[in-house]
């Protein structure tokens, strides 16, 4: 089945700067890619999503690419705040939304 | 719309003893997700529904894990007997293709 590696599990930026988190999967079939951010105490929320169809994605100060050959996806985020602070997943489908496999998550660390 | 609604928010259980979690999906949502999330195993899926119909459990651990959909607007997970290692919080999801899967506020299970 489809597997997810998550880099780096934690990452200490200070406010302002670039942060960039990867994945890599092994099904050459998954065809849909959502990032999850997740604060303390909550459930996971989408923040942005990409199709196999696409190569990048941006959405204000976060974008996401994928390289279908090598397999792997990013996720940048840019100007980063304090609040960005939280744990970030990214997943990987095969069935669309339907059936996600999730990386082992990202804690960030934004420091004013 | 409240979003995907878990109770309880807190369980505390002796092992050996049963235990129901429950969730409502959003209204209008087709699909309903269960999830496991530990330390060591990351976000898991247990089991998913279509339509009030189980589609994949192949991520239920064992035979002491069933989960059940009465209708559209209704559903449990539930563990009996409850063993210390099911100490997870527990999340549950609803959504509809090919948007996203919205989550809950999970059900953080320990079992002593």
């Known amino acids: 089945g489809e597997n997810v590696e998550q880099h780096p599990s934690t990452l200490s930026v200070q406010e302002g700067d670039s942060a960039v988190i990867k994945c890599t999967y092994s099904?050459?079939?998954?065809?849909?890619f959502p990032w999850y951010k997740q604060e303390l105490g909550k459930g996971p929320q989408l923040i942005i999503d990409?199709?196999?169809?696409?190569g990048e994605k941006k959405d204000q100060r976060i974008a996401v690419t994928l390289n279908k050959t090598a397999k792997h996806f990013s996720l940048h985020i840019t100007e980063t705040q304090p609040e960005d602070s939280a744990v970030y997943f990214c997943?990987?489908?095969?069935?669309?939304?339907?059936?996600?496999?999730f990386g082992t998550g990202t804690r960030l660390l934004v420091s004013p | 719309d409240a979003g995907v609604i878990q109770s309880p928010r807190h369980e505390v259980t002796e092992m050996g003893q049963e235990v129901t979690l429950r969730c409502k999906p959003i209204?209008?949502?087709?699909?309903l997700f269960w999830y496991r999330q530990t330390m060591m195993r990351g976000l898991e899926l247990l089991i998913y529904?279509?339509?009030?119909?189980?589609?994949?459990d192949s991520g239920m651990p064992e035979d002491r894990f069933s989960a059940k959909m009465p209708n559209a607007s209704f559903s449990t997970l539930k563990i009996q007997p409850s063993e210390p290692r099911d100490s997870a919080v527990y999340f549950c999801?609803?959504?509809?293709?090919?948007?996203?899967?919205?989550f809950g506020p999970g059900t953080r299970l320990t079992v002593l």
């Open positions: 999801a609803s959504g509809s293709p090919p948007y996203e899967q919205f």
């Open positions: 099904d050459s079939a998954s065809n849909y």
């Open positions: 990409i199709r196999s169809n696409v």
């Open positions: 997943a990987a489908s095969t069935k669309g939304f339907q059936k996600l496999v």
């Open positions: 209204s209008g949502h087709d699909y």
């Open positions: 529904f279509n339509n009030n119909v189980p589609i994949d």
